[in-house]
Nanobody, 114 residues
Framework: QVRLVESGGGLVQSGGSLRLSCATS????????MNWYRQPPEKDRELVAS??????QIQYAESVKGRFAISRTEDTLYLQMNDLKPDDTAVYFC?????????WGQGTQVAVSS
């Protein structure tokens, strides 16, 4: 059974930091590109950061460049979020993608107060 379980969200003040984790099981994560998405309140889901299966290619949304860092181990995906802003408030989702397969976690809430 494929599982992606996010954790690490919470309420933080502007300028603070959080580290999100996505623990995976039921598939070979090392063969999948991994992504973090977020969905702000009443807005569409957007791609925040991506990392290739070998970790050699990383991309970030312009809005988080220089503040967020994506990383991965054999079975866990991370998102280090620094200098958080109120606009970063959203539900953050972990996504695994390879060819026609795409798996999602249930999301973790991040709220940043001003």
């Amino acid at each position: 059974q494929v599982r992606l379980v996010e954790s690490g969200g919470g309420l933080v003040q502007s300028g603070g930091s959080l580290r999100l984790s996505c623990a995976t099981s039921g598939f070979t994560m090392s063969t999948y590109g991994m992504n973090w998405y977020r969905q702000p309140p009443e807005k569409d889901r957007e791609l925040v950061a991506s990392i290739s299966s070998r970790g050699t290619q990383i991309q970030y949304a312009e809005s988080v460049k220089g503040r967020f860092a994506i990383s991965r181990t054999e079975d866990t995906l991370y998102l280090q979020m620094n200098d958080l802003k109120p606009d970063d408030t959203a539900v953050y989702f972990c996504n695994a993608r390879h060819l026609s397969n795409s798996y999602w976690g249930q999301g973790t809430q991040v709220a940043v107060s001003s």
